[in-house]
């Protein structure tokens, strides 16, 4: 089953330059890893996704621990800000490593608050308005998709099939 998850990921500032920094283009992983921010399982995790050694990254506070823990490669993400679906990912590898967070968006000390990151294996940038997903059967119109919401079976079918989302991406089955 692959589970659906929406997140807001591009509303301030703050999150539009990590949104450059690690989904508009790849990141070259290994360089973490020289750099002392990645352990060897999760090098080795990445490396396994993504054999060229480079992926698109974003990742999810400490107070999500519970639902990333769910969370598994072929799980798709839709990404929002500005009342629209913003991106569409498919997850390739996903861990908890603080220092690896802290190396991609590179904070200010005191507002690293990413303990949960996962790599893409597909992502297409989209421009989904929110009323699209609100014309599907389970959703309310308004509903503005406030905070890291992993979906029910039911929705996150809803979506996938709504949307077209299967059509674009490679979701493992």
């Not at 050694?53 to 990333?68: C, I, L, N, P, S």
């Amino acid at each position: 089953m692959t589970r659906v998850v929406i997140q807001p990921s591009y509303g301030k500032a703050e999150t539009r330059r990590h949104w450059a920094d690690t989904l508009d283009r790849g990141v070259p992983f290994p360089e973490a890893r020289r750099a002392g921010a990645l352990d060897a399982e999760h090098l080795a995790g990445l490396t396994a996704a993504h054999p060229g050694g480079t992926a698109r990254f974003w990742g999810a506070t400490a107070r999500h621990d519970r639902t990333m823990e769910h969370i598994d490669a072929g799980d798709v993400f839709l990404l929002t800000g500005q009342k629209h679906v913003r991106g569409i990912g498919v997850v390739g590898h996903g861990f908890r490593d603080h220092a690896f967070a802290r190396w991609l968006w590179t904070p200010r000390p005191q507002d690293c608050l990413w303990s949960n990151v996962y790599s893409f294996t597909d992502f297409h940038p989209t421009w989904i308005p929110y009323e699209e997903i609100w014309a599907l059967p389970g959703f309310n119109p308004g509903d503005n998709f406030m905070g890291l919401r992993l979906l029910n079976e039911e929705k996150g079918n809803t979506i996938l099939t709504g949307l077209d989302v299967l059509a674009e991406l490679k979701v493992p089955t």
